[in-house]
């Protein structure tokens, strides 16, 4: 049975960090590219950042770069996001998924909040 758990987050103040966890169990990471997406309220959900099914590469949306890194281990089928200098702009909903376009099946996410 498909999977995907989302844990880590929680209310951070502003320039703090959060390690996001994603254990996903159906499947093996090494088939898919996964993604990590958030939805801040009233707004639509936007790709955060990506890995490839091999590990090699990695990708960020403007707004992440420079203070994210996204990593996985395979043997215990998880897939993470370090977030740094956190911003109140980073306040949403944080999932992941296979970037296939064909995967609709989400997990309940992880709520991020930024304040102090």
């Known amino acids: 049975q498909v999977r995907l758990v989302e844990s880590g987050g929680g209310l951070v103040q502003p320039g703090g960090s959060v390690r996001l966890s994603c254990v996903v169990s159906?499947?093996?990471?090494?088939?898919?590219?996964m993604g990590w997406y958030r939805q801040a309220p009233g707004k639509e959900r936007e790709l955060v950042s990506s890995?490839?099914?091999?590990?090699?590469?990695?990708n960020y949306t403007d707004s992440v770069k420079g203070r994210s890194t996204i990593s996985r281990d395979v043997v215990k089928g998880t897939v993470y996001l370090q977030m740094n200098s956190l911003k109140p702009e980073d306040t949403a909903m944080y999932y992941c998924?296979?970037?296939?376009?064909?995967?609709?099946?989400w997990g309940q996410g992880t709520q991020v909040i930024v304040s102090s």
């Open positions: 890995i490839s099914n091999d590990g090699r590469y990695t």
């Open positions: 159906g499947f093996s990471l090494r088939s898919y590219r």
């Open positions: 998924k296979p970037t296939r376009q064909s995967w609709t099946y």
